[in-house]
C-alpha cells in the first residue's frame, strides 16, 4: 500500500485525527527517467484554519483547484462537513455550474475512481439587482444578495468611488455621515445620503453635484437594500454560498464594488467567529477537545468554521494601494486562525498581491507560471525555507492542467502533483471549436 499524503496537517494532528477530516487532492508525481508517474494520493487538512494560494498563469488550473477543494469540503462526511460552510466570491461567474455533473470528463473520472455529480448543497447568490435577469437567462441563482447603505463607513464609500482620502467628494461623505449620526439614524439608505448633501450648505455646488451623482450611480449597483442580506444567510453548514459578482466584470469601478462586499463580508464572519469562537472554547472544555464531537451540540447561535474562497485576489488585496477588502482581509490573514477562518486565495500574479499573503500561508499550490515578476515573487517566498527555485521544480511537471508543486508549510516539505479531476462541471472553459477527449493516459 502507498503512503498517502497529508498538507497542512502536523505529525501530532495526524496521529490524533489519521486521515478524518482531510480532502484527496490528488496525486504525487514521481519521475523515473524519462516518465513521470502518479502515485500517492495527497490529501489536504479542512478543519483546522490555514491560509491557502493558488498561482499559476492563466488557464493553468487555479479555479478548478479552487473548486475541488470546495468539492471535497462538502463531500466530507456528515459530522465533519455540518461544522464547515465554504463562501465563495465568483467574479467571473463561473462557479454556478459546479450543480451540474461533469459529463464531459467522465473517462478521466474513471481513471480516478471517480463518478460524476453535482452539488447538491450548494446556493448562488445574486446582487438584488441583477436577481430576476440572471434567473431570465437561466443561471440558476437562488437568492439575491444585498447590502445596507447604512453599513458602509466613509472609508468604505471612497474606496468602492476610487477617490483619494483628500478629494472634496470624500471629505464631504465624512462630513455627511458624521451628520447622521449625530442624528442618530443608524439606518438609511442612498437617498438619505443624497437627500442630506442637498441640503448641506458648507460644501460648494460642485462638489455635491458630483457626491450626488456617484452616489446616484451607486444606486444602479443593484446592490442596497434596505434590509440587506443577514450574514447568517450566506453561512451554511456543510454547503457553498457562491456569490456570483460576475455582473461587476465589465463594468469601469467593478473591482471597487466587489472590494466592498468582500471587505463587508469579511468584517462580518470574522465578528461571528469571534463570538463562535467562546463557544468553541467553552464545549471543548466540558467535552474533551475535539472537531469531530461538535456534531450533536451545535448550538443555533454557534458558526461552523468559514472556508472563503477568493479568485483574482490581487485586485482585491494589490501589493500596492488599498481597497474596501484590504483592511479586513489583512486581519483575517494574521489573525483568521483563532476564530477558524481559512482563506483560500488565488491569483495568477502573485508578484501583484499583498505581501502578506505570502508571508502568511502555509500551503501554496504553484500551478505554472511565466511572467518574470511572478517567478520572483515566488522563488524569494520558497528560498525561506528550501533554498531552491521554483522553477527547477516546476520544470519537472508535465504541461497538463492541473499539474502543481504543493508547498506545505506544516511539514516543510514539497510535493509535484496532479490535482484530480472534478466531478461537477466546471464553468469558465475557453471556448473551443473541436470537441477532444480529455482522458489521455495519465499512468493511472
Ligand atoms: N486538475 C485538472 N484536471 C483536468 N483538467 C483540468 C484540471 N485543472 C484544469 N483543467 C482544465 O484546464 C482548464 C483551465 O482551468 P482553470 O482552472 O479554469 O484555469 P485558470 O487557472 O485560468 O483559473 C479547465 O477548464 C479544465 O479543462
Ligand atoms: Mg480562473
Redesign the pocket.
Known sequence: MTYNIIIGRTESDRKKFGEKGTILI?RSYVKMGQTTTLSNYVYMDVIKSHVVLIV??????????SS?ITEGIIDLPDEISNNLSVIMLDTMG?FWTMKYPNEK?TG?LEQWGLKAKGLERIKIFTPIGMYEYSKSIGIPTDAPFSIKASELSGEDWRLAFELSSSHPVSILIDKILGDLADLRKEEFNVDDIINLIQKDNTFSNETKNEAINRFKASKGWGLFSNEGTKIEVLINRGAVSVLDMSAYATSSGGWGIKALVVGLISKKIFVERMLSRKLDEIESIRTGYSYFKIKEEVSEDKKPLIWFIL?EAHELLPAIGKTAATDALVTILREGRQPGISLLL?T?QPGKIHSDVLTQSDIVLA?RLTAKIDVEAFNSMMQSYLGDTLTSYLNILPA???AAIVLDDNSERLYPI?????VSW?G???PTAIKFE?SKNLGL
Open positions: 490528488g499559476g498563469k492563466r488557464g493553468s488550473g487555479k479555479s478548478y483547484s475541488v463561473v470528463d478521466l479568485d488565488i495568477q500551478h497538463d492542467p492541473g496532479q490535482v484530480r479531476p472534478k466546471h469558465g472553459e475557453s480529455r
